[in-house]
């Protein structure tokens, strides 16, 4: 069947607009592998920086309070890291219903204490505890993961808002 110019255009389009959408994704996965933020900024302004983009983004009010923390981590280690504060504010803006996010990373010891308090309408730890894959799309699983390889502690607690509480350790190898 022969198809008109009309037809065929149409159809450039649409392929065109596919690649260009498969392209986007393609440099979101590639940027979240390795954040460049990090190299430019170091993890602190890194974290500073991922907080400002979502209270840019999302009606949620964010504050934070964080120590320094560049250099007190492998490069690994700080992407784990970057992504676990990501993922805990993935889950404020798309499951929390908060209005206000707080974020605080302090350092005493060689211990680094990361906590993520919202005042959304939290989740029922009992049925997550249960049934992990129903809150499969909460990223939490991800989470403990990276938690884990950096041999710390997560303490999640949800009744009225949520507060995520990551105790991890230093390295003691510095970039």
Do not use: W
Not at 30 to 40: N, Y
Not at 94 to 104: D, G, R
């Amino acid at each position: 069947m022969i198809s008109s110019k009309e037809d065929i255009g149409e159809e450039l389009r649409q392929l065109s607009e596919v690649a260009s959408q498969a392209i986007d994704e393609v440099r979101e996965v590639s940027f979240d592998l390795h954040p460049h933020t990090l190299d430019r900024l170091g993890l602190k302004k890194g974290i500073e920086s991922i907080i400002n983009k979502f209270s840019q983004t999302s009606p949620v009010r964010f504050s934070s309070v964080l120590d320094e923390i560049d250099k007190c981590f492998t490069t690994k280690e700080e992407i784990n890291i970057f992504r676990i504060v990501q993922e805990c504010l993935n889950n404020v803006i798309k499951h929390s219903k908060a209005t206000e996010c707080f974020v605080q990373i302090q350092c005493i010891d060689k211990i680094c204490q990361i906590v993520v308090k919202d005042n959304g309408i939290g989740f029922d730890m009992q049925k997550y505890i249960l049934n992990p894959t129903e809150y499969q799309g909460m990223g939490l699983a991800g989470i403990q993961e990276r938690v884990m390889l950096l041999n710390g502690k997560l303490v999640i607690k949800s009744e009225k808002g949520t507060v995520v509480n990551i105790t991890i350790p230093f390295s003691g190898e510095k970039k």
